[in-house]
């Protein structure tokens, strides 16, 4: 069993960054996915980024591509997403996502992740 825990959101204006973090505890040695999810009232919950624990491989959705950042701390079994140049549209409540499945071909689906956070709140107001 895997348990993650996010932290980080908050309230920014347009332009501002945020940085969330991503605790996992349990079984971690066996995760080969992390993601990061986020879903907006009355919208489907949708991929933002996701990361491959064994090589690094890096995805990003293309609304994000460039001002957000997915990077792992192994050593603290912490992931984290860098969020700059936000924007109204990207507020949402965040999700972290972890699977130990390695043959994922969508990374950024959130049907295929079975370990989920609660989620953190992200707001940017223009």
């Known amino acids: 069993q895997v348990q993650l825990v996010e932290s980080g959101g908050g309230s920014v204006q347009a332009g501002g960054s945020l940085r969330l973090s991503c605790a996992a505890f349990?079984?971690?040695?066996?995760?080969?996915?992390f993601g990061w999810f986020r879903q907006a009232p009355g919208k489907e919950r949708e991929g933002v980024a996701a990361?491959?624990?064994?090589?690094?491989?890096?995805d990003y959705a293309d609304s994000v591509e460039g001002r957000f950042t997915i990077s792992q701390d192994s050593a603290k079994n912490t992931l984290y997403l860098l969020m700059n140049s936000l924007e109204p549209g990207d507020s949402a409540m965040y999700y972290c996502?972890?699977?130990?499945?390695?043959?994922?071909?969508?990374?950024?689906?959130?049907?295929?992740?079975?370990?989920w956070g609660q989620g953190t709140q992200v707001t940017v107001s223009s």
């Open positions: 990361i491959y624990t064994r090589g690094g491989n890096k």
């Open positions: 996502a972890a699977d130990s499945f390695c043959g994922f071909q969508h990374s950024l689906s959130p049907a295929v992740y079975g370990y």
């Open positions: 349990g079984a971690t040695s066996s995760l080969c996915y």
